[in-house]
Every structure is written in structure tokens, then in C-alpha cells.
């Protein structure tokens, strides 16, 4: 059941997840001894980041390969301790909750899996998959078991047969579809789904597209889509965060980031689909991973503007020192309603 507030004749949606200020930094270690040697550094995977959620809608998150897209879904679902920062889940502050007092939200927030394949226990079959999930918080009875995992294969369309089968005898579509029926079994409102369309064939990406968004519909869900597939981005959210770098540096609705982005950096993104789309490429996601996208690379500065080196329009505007000032890293700032841009000359 959908629930929202009503303000005079306006019904707005309510906010089901917002993330404060959010930071999440690894130590990397480059040797057994090396914090005796004192050789850790420190990678700043999510940097101060805020966004939220409404309820019922689904918010796209997109940048390169290591730029922290699955560490800020990890973070928020607690599944790794945040450095600092707040996240607020149905207006309450689960950030330091213990495990005790987190129970339950947990099962409210759920995520699949980018690696599926790590996540789904390989030796237990489908149905005891799904029979843990639904009976980790409920006391359930066998029938009540049965009765709700027939709902489940309904809801995600599964055949009944597959629950026998174990995890690697399912096809990667299959995977995605008990990744999902998990999470609602347990009893989700809120969907981490990371990647759940990577590696699947263009025509089992639309089916798990179009599940997506059915269950949204029927059930309220609200998802956090990390992608990489600009192209099922635009379909799936209504509001899209490009990060780089650990950063938000841009967000907004989705129809406005993908025609009246102002990030010079959201710009590369939405153009190399535009090229993509035009040579009629057949796996956008395929090519982004193999293609201009490259990888996080820590080297890069963490002062002043993350995308200067990179920058087309700090090389056109004759290297402006504002983009390298260390103490003027661009903020997100409202360029029009809802749309927020991290750039001191916004396109
Ligand atoms: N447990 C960890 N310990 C140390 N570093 C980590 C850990 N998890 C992630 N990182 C680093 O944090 C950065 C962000 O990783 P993350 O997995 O969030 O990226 P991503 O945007 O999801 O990338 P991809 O698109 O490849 O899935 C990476 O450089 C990664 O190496
Ligand atoms: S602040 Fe400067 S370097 Fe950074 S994105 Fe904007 S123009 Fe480019
Ligand atoms: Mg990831």
C-alpha cells in the first residue's frame, strides 16, 4: 500500500530513503605490515554524498566502473559501516542502529546483488532459498511457505519447476528473477538493484525492465537502479545522480540529465550513447565497460575540481584556476528546479 501525504490539492509522494552528507573511505593496505610501514592509503569511495528517495519511484545511479555506485548501496543498506554521514529510512535515523534495533528495517531494504553469482548459495535449491529469505524475521508455517512462494514465482515469472533447481543450472535472467522474488520475500519496500540488467541478453534486459517497473506499480517499491546501461537508466528512473569519483556531481529528473545535463562530465556520458545509439550498438553496457568509461583511478586529484584532468571545458576556457583550487572543490548547486550541478561553469 502506497502511502502519501497530502499537501493542499497537491499529493506529494512521501521521501522513503534520504542520505546526508554520506562518506565511505577504504583503507587500502599495500602489504601485510603496512600500517606498521605506515604505507595505507585511503580511498574515498563515497564522499560526501546527499540525495533521496521518494517513495514509489526509482532513482538512477550512474559513472564508471569504481567511482562507488555499489558502495553507496552498500552503505546505505549497512551492509558496510558508514565512515559518517546519516541515512534515514521511512523518517527514521538508522544510521547507528544496532543490529537489534535495525531488524527491522532490514527487511524492508534489500538489495540484489551485482554478482549474482556470489550471492545465491549454489548448493541450496531455489525453494530453500526462497523459504530462508521469507522465514529469516516471520515465524511461517510449511503451507504458509508454500502459498507465499507460489505468489513470489507469480510476481517475478517463474516457473514453478525451477524451484528444485540449484542457482547455476538457472539461466542469468533466471538469476535476476530469484535475486528479486529474495528481496521480496523477505519483505521489501526498498530495491538496492545493482547492475540487475548487466551480462543479460537485450531482449531478458526488457523482460527484467518491464518486472521492475510492474512491480513497482503493484506493489509501491522504491528502488535505488545502479547501472551502467544509460539506456535502461533513462527508462527505469525518474530522477538520475551521476557520480564521479566518489561524488554526486550532478542530479536531477531523469528526461533533464539526459537532454539538459549541465556537468561537462554527464555531457561524455549522455554523448557517447547518442554515438552509440546512431551505430545502432547492441550492448551499450558492453562497450561502456570496455570503452571510454576506463576505470577509478586514485591517482587522480582530490582537491579542486575531480574531473579537471579530464575536463573539456576547463581545456577550453583556458585552465581556469577556480577548477584546481583546493579550496573550491565545486559544490552541487540548484541550476533549475529540482537539478542540482557540482561544476563552477556549468554547460
Ligand atoms: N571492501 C573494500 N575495501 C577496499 N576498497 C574497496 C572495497 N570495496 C570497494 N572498494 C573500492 O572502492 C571503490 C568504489 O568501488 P565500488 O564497487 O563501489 O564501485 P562501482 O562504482 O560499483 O564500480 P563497478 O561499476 O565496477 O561495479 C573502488 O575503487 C573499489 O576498489
Ligand atoms: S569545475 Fe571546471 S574542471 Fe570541473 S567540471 Fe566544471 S569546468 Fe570542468
Ligand atoms: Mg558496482
Known amino acids: 500500500m ?6 493542499g490539492k497537491v499529493i506529494m509522494a512521501k521521501t522513503i530513503l534520504e542520505v546526508a552528507n554520506l562518506k565511505k573511505y577504504f583503507v587500502q593496505r599495500s602489504g601485510m605490515f603496512s600500517s606498521l610501514k605506515g604505507n595505507e592509503g585511503i580511498i574515498p569511495a563515497v564522499d560526501d554524498v546527499s540525495f533521496y528517495i521518494k517513495e514509489n ?24 559501516p558508514a565512515t559518517s554521514g546519516r541515512i534515514i529510512f521511512d523518517g527514521e535515523d538508522i544510521t ?57 514465482l507469480e510476481n517475478v515469472n517463474l516457473k514453478k ?20 522474488a529474495r528481496a521480496l520475500a523477505v519483505g521489501a519496500r526498498f530495491i538496492v538493484a545493482d547492475e540487475p540488467t548487466s551480462a543479460l541478453d537485450v531482449s531478458i534486459q526488457a523482460q527484467v525492465v518491464n518486472l521492475l517497473k510492474d512491480l513497482q506499480k503493484h506493489m509501491g517499491l522504491s528502488y535505488l537502479f545502479i547501472s551502467h546501461d544509460l539506456r535502461i537508466v533513462e527508462l ?4 538520475v545522480a551521476v557520480m564521479y569519483l566518489g561524488k554526486v556531481v550532478e542530479i536531477g529528473m531523469a528526461d533533464r540529465i539526459a537532454t539538459r545535463h549541465r556537468h561537462p562530465y554527464t555531457h561524455i556520458l549522455w554523448s557517447s550513447l547518442v554515438e552509440k545509439k546512431s551505430k545502432e550498438a547492441t550492448s551499450v553496457s558492453e562497450g561502456a565497460r570496455k570503452g571510454g568509461w576506463g576505470v577509478f583511478d586514485f591517482e587522480r586529484p582530490t582537491a579542486g575540481c575531480r574531473f579537471a584532468p579530464r575536463c573539456p571545458v576547463y581545456e577550453a576556457n583556458g585552465r581556469p584556476s577556480e577548477c584546481i583550487d583546493p579550496s573550491s572543490e565545486p559544490q552541487l548547486r540548484d541550476v533549475s528546479d529540482a537539478h542540482k550541478v557540482a561544476c563552477h561553469f556549468p554547460l
Do not use: W
Not at 2 to 7: A, G
Not at 57 to 80: A, D, Y
Not at 236 to 239: A, I, R
Open 236 to 239: 527505469m528512473s525518474h530522477k
Open 57 to 80: 519511484q526509482t532513482m538512477g545511479l550512474v559513472g564508471e566502473s569504481g567511482c562507488g555506485k555499489t558502495t553507496i548501496g552498500r552503505t546505505i543498506l549497512k551492509l558496510t
Open 2 to 7: 502506497i502511502r502519501r501525504k497530502k499537501i
Open 161 to 180: 519447476g525451477k524451484l528444485t533447481s540449484f542457482p547455476p543450472e538457472l539461466s542469468g535472467g533466471e538469476k535476476r528473477r530469484i535475486g528479486l
Open 96 to 152: 547507528s542502529l544496532a543490529a537489534r534495533q535495525f531488524r527491522p528495517f532490514r527487511k524492508q531494504m534489500q538489495i540484489i546483488f551485482q554478482d549474482l553469482d556470489a550471492a545465491l548459495n549454489p548448493k541450496m535449491r531455489i525453494r530453500a532459498i526462497l523459504k530462508e529469505a521469507m522465514t529469516v524475521h516471520n515465524e511461517l508455517s510449511d503451507a504458509e511457505v508454500d502459498r507465499k512462494i507460489s505468489e513470489l
